[in-house]
């Protein structure tokens, strides 16, 4: 089997930056906007503290990448002194927000092993200045949130992890995220090899004609990170539409497999510029790659694959 997407190099786009206290151990898991012919980076980065950061950089190209001296957001409270992470970037009419991962110290029961996680929605005008909103959940183990890039009869929609489900919350305003609407959308397949133990979602869902097409990944009992692609229904995204067995993506090069965590590729962007879907992730939580398809090919694969 071959994987749809193909990778653009042998080699990563993006490495840890040596000569920095706060990226020279680790970069991985960037979420990536193109806006007016410019690709905006947004990508997590640890250092000397083994702290999560955010940090930027632009690229006309999305390979050769002009990385920013200074992180854009880095932890500011105390449940997310332990780290932001994966964050994953959206335009919705003329703002961008950014959905990251706080991780702190236990407020009440750990989520994860060791603190607490919280599944945050901040937002900028400007794309350097991040003004925190709101978390969609508090005190559960949920993640892997992103916003659709519209709002759906007036709601503002986001994607998130109840574990082990990808589900789909609501929102007036970005800050209240009422339980009562939030709907499962898909799980861990037991049967399938690829996808068996944990899913959630990668970058922003992609409105085609065939329906919202959504990135996922997913791990196996090895703990084997892969992609996945789903159709949601285009006028009722909690209907999901087809979701093939098999993944689009999973490691195959050494910096796939060996680095920080083994046999990881996480992603939480997959933008369409032209034809192409560009998705950038982590390898191994330690360096950034790039693969590409056409968005056809994606949308047949999903389709019947
Ligand atoms: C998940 C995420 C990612 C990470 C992955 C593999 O839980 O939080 O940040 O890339 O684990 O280690």
Redesign the pocket.
Known sequence: MEPILKRVSETPILLPELTSSWECAHV??PGVIYHRGLFHMFY?AQGLDQISRIGYAISEDGIHWNRSRHPVLVPSYSYEAWGV??PRVVEIEGTFYMTY?AYGPPQGQPT?AGGAIVPMVARSSNLIHWERLAPIVHGEDN??HVLFPKRLKDWFVAVHRPRPWIALAFSKDLRDWPRERMVKLLGPRDDNWWDNVSV?ANGVPIETDHGWLLFYHAYDRQRV?RFGVALLDPDDPRQVRSRPKDPVFWPEMAWEKFG??PN?V?SCANIVVGDSVYVFY?GA?HVIGLAVAPLQEVIDFALHG
């Open positions: 991985f898991n997590r992470e994966d991962t994860i993640k892997d959630g990170y920080n965590v990881v996480f982590g939580d």
